[in-house]
Nanobody, 123 residues
């Protein structure tokens, strides 16, 4: 059974940083695409950052230069480092992965999802 488990969320002041780990069991991240999505209250879930199996990366415009997606294959964990956080970054953050290696931009292209972790940025 595949499980993705996010952690690291919480309350942070604007300008602060958080690092979100996503650990997998029953599945190995290496060589497969991974993505981080977020969903704010009343809004659709949207892609924030993605990495291909060979670690090409994509970032949505509002987080470029502030967020970094990375993976540690030895720990089978994917990370989202978030710096210079803004109140508009407040959302539930989800990691996702699946059986493709290319960069994936749409949530319906991912097979596995975590349960989400809440990030709240106060002004």
């Amino acid at each position: 059974q595949v499980q993705l488990v996010e952690s690291g969320g919480g309350l942070v002041q604007a300008g602060g940083s958080l690092r979100l780990p996503c650990a997998a069991s029953g599945f190995t991240f290496s060589s497969y695409a991974v993505g981080w999505f977020r969903q704010a209250p009343g809004k659709e879930r949207r892609l924030v950052a993605a990495a291909s199996g060979d670690d090409k990366t994509y970032y949505t415009g509002s987080v470029k230069g502030r967020f970094t997606i990375s993976r540690d294959n030895a720990k089978n964990t994917v990370y989202l480092q978030m710096n210079s956080l803004k109140p508009e970054d407040t959302a539930v953050y989800y990691c996702a992965s699946g059986w493709r290696s290319a960069l994936l931009y749409s949530d319906n292209q991912y097979n596995y999802w975590g349960q989400g972790t809440q990030v709240t940025v106060s002004s």
